[in-house]
């Protein structure tokens, strides 16, 4: 008897070790703003992120200097005048997969619904957004395209400048995670 | 013999129990941000411009980038209303700086007082860092050219054109503090080749400083100052003696312009006249008021 409960326990043990986590610290996000006025695009090639895939909950986090603008000058402001990455250097998404233990994982990108908080300039709001997920092979592929407003996160717009930047920012998001 | 077994069990399935902890989202946060001691942060944006007000800041055009700025510096305020306050006698700086790579800038300008082109090189050596990496400052060297294109005063006499040239070479220094407050250290010297007397030091020194203070995300309020060591001349311009240089600004910035609005006792745009050739007295109202508007143009996409 103690010899069967001893066997039990080390093989419960050994299941409840591994959570399956998947990362990456190559994440792609851009942003895109158009008004008739200017074009603005920059794009993040540097974004970390985990996503737990037992049950469906993820972490999002970069570094706002690590976005690239074509135009050196754009890049600055942005830093320096709206989005202030001295300050807040880093943007983070929290959340979880909706109905994720219902989801079974194919070669065939699935859309799913991800809800979370996401904080930007200090700022963090709750977000539902529209992604899918698929396998390429062993890793996890996800991506999001969504909206956002500089507004609602603080981020202020000059009056001078106030045609140039959209009131809604394109954001697409695309990750491919690893076992960790 | 059941009494034994039950702490026993208990104490097996706790500890399993234990083992299925699902991982709080903290957990994963954490997990992503096991990196975050290598990352190295340069200082961006110590001043708002590559000129503080008349002089150099340690701030150098991104590669591919070509800067167009041109200064305008007026007359004395103290010449009266029938002069507008010195506004009738203004001068114009045109000035091009293009930026190799992100740290090694060149530029040509013409200025019409004294009708002088220069051309200038800048460096940028090293970097005011925080994060994995750290170093106090940034330090920029600058060097300019300057050739007078003015017709020889005295034909008569033999002249050389080496004799049109001056030189000055700057060495900046300059920390950013708390992202709001910039201070800079511009050692300077200065070469004329032709001066006007024997007690007048063909070499000049100088110690240059400026400040920086950001007012709101497109107003920043700067000063800066040329201290000139006594000594180093004799001769009188116009009467009055060489002074050191002292001048207040503002840098306001819309989009991808500069404009910068100051006061100061210096008579010209360039370190040539800025140090050894200034000889208005604030005190006297001896004030001359510019602006200078800087364009920025990304001349090769990265």
């Not at chain 1, 989005?83 to 070669?107: H, N, R």
């Not at chain 2, 591919?64 to 305020?77: A, E, K, M, P, S």
């Not at chain 2, 992100?102 to 019409?112: E, K, Q, V």
Request: net charge positive; hydrophobic share 40%.
């Amino acid at each position: 008897m103690k010899k069967t409960l001893v066997l039990f326990s080390v093989l419960l043990l050994t299941v409840s070790v591994s959570a399956q986590k998947y990362l990456t610290r190559n994440g792609t996000i851009k942003f895109h703003s158009e008004t008739p006025l200017e074009e603005i695009e920059a794009i993040n090639n540097q974004v970390s992120g985990v996503i737990n895939m037992d049950n469906g909950e993820m972490a999002l986090t970069l570094l706002m200097k690590a976005f690239e603008f074509e135009k050196a000058l754009m890049q600055e402001h942005f830093n320096e005048k709206y989005v202030e990455s001295d300050e807040y250097p880093k943007a983070k998404f929290v959340g979880s997969v909706e109905d994720f233990s219902s989801l079974t994982l194919t070669d065939k990108p699935q859309v799913v619904t991800i809800k979370g908080k996401l904080t930007i300039h200090g700022v963090t709001q709750d977000v539902v957004v529209k992604g899918s997920l698929a396998k390429n092979g062993d890793k996890i592929v996800g991506t999001s395209t969504f909206q956002i407003k500089p507004e609602d996160y603080d981020i202020k717009i000059p009056r001078s400048v106030k045609d140039n930047i959209a009131k809604t920012i394109d954001i697409t998001v695309k990750m491919e995670y690893a076992k960790r | 013999m059941r009494n034994v077994k039950s702490p026993r069990l208990f104490t097996v399935v706790f500890a399993v129990i234990l083992q299925f902890q699902v991982y709080a989202q903290g957990d994963l946060m954490s997990l992503l941000e096991e990196g975050d001691d290598t990352i190295v942060n340069y200082t961006f944006a110590t001043f708002k411009n590559t000129r503080l007000i008349t002089g150099h800041s340690v701030e150098t055009n991104a590669e591919g980038v070509l800067q167009f700025n041109i200064g305008h510096r007026f007359g004395r305020v103290n010449s009266g209303w029938r002069n507008l306050f010195g506004i009738d006698n203004s001068t114009i700086r045109m000035e091009f700086q293009y930026g190799i790579t992100d740290r090694l800038n060149i530029g040509l300008s013409r200025s019409s007082f004294q009708k002088t082109y220069d051309g200038m090189i800048k460096y940028k050596l090293l970097r005011q860092k925080t994060g994995a990496e750290t170093f106090p400052f940034t330090a920029t060297v600058v060097s300019n050219m300057y050739c007078l294109a003015n017709e020889w005063p005295n034909p008569d006499r033999e002249n050389y054109f080496s004799s049109r040239l001056s030189y000055h070479h700057s060495l900046l220094l300059a920390r950013k503090f708390g992202g709001k407050f910039s201070f800079q250290f511009s050692p300077t010297v200065v070469h004329r080749n032709l001066v006007r007397l024997e007690g007048d030091r063909n070499t000049v020194f100088s110690l240059g400083s400026g400040a920086s203070l950001e007012l709101t995300g497109s107003l920043r309020l700067n000063a800066e100052s040329f201290l000139i060591f006594p000594g180093q001349f004799e001769s009188k311009i116009g009467g009055e003696t060489v002074k050191s240089a002292f001048s207040i600004g503002v840098d306001l910035e819309t989009g991808g312009h500069v404009f910068q609005m100051h006061l100061t006792n210096s008579r010209g745009m360039t370190e040539k006249i800025l140090i050894g050739e200034t000889t208005g007295s604030w005190a006297n109202g001896d004030i001359h008021f510019g602006f200078n508007i800087s364009r920025v143009f990304t001349a090769n996409r990265k």
